[in-house]
Nanobody, 112 residues
Framework: QVSLVESGGGLVQPGGSLRLSCAASGRISNIYYMGWYRQAPGKQRELVASITSGGTVTYVDSVRFAISRDNAKNTLYLQMNNLKPEDTAVYYC????????WGQGTQVTVSS
């Protein structure tokens, strides 16, 4: 079993920045993929950024978002810059190993 705990969400003005964190614990040695997804009200959950154990990175917006990981801390990060109101959503951390695991989500609200 893998446990994922997100943090770092909050209210930010347009143009601001946030860094989300996802702390992983449990049987993480089999994890080969981690990603950030988001779900806005009334919309489907969508991929924001992902990284594989081999270092392959995928972004929906590589200009404003940056995914990184600290293997020593078993933590995944998402740096989000120049945030827009349309980035408002619940952001979820996902990990794939023998199974797919999700965190509880952290709310990001971009509003003036």
């Amino acid at each position: 079993q893998v446990s994922l705990v997100e943090s770092g969400g909050g209210l930010v003005q347009p143009g601001g920045s946030l860094r989300l964190s996802c702390a992983a614990s449990g049987r993480i040695s089999n994890i080969y993929y981690m990603g950030w997804y988001r779900q806005a009200p009334g919309k489907q959950r969508e991929l924001v950024a992902s990284i594989t154990s081999g270092g392959t990175v995928t972004y929906v917006d590589s200009v404003r978002f940056a995914i990184s990981r600290d293997n020593a801390k078993n933590t995944l990060y998402l740096q989000m810059n120049n945030l827009k109101p349309e980035d408002t959503a619940v952001y979820y951390c996902n990990a794939k190993g023998f199974n797919s695991y999700w965190g509880q989500g952290t709310q990001v609200t971009v509003s003036s």
